[in-house]
């Protein structure tokens, strides 16, 4: 799985990296990158 997701664009592979391992909220993933927090539930996760 790690190569798969090592696969992945940057913009999402930050994200998965956020979420998973760091456990900020979609909410400080937004802030962290500067994006609606709209934006990353409908494309990112």
Known sequence: MVMEIMNLPVKYRKVIYFFYY???TIKDIANVIDVKQNT???FYI
């Open 40 to 42: 990353i539930k409908s």
């Open 22 to 24: 760091e456990e900020l």
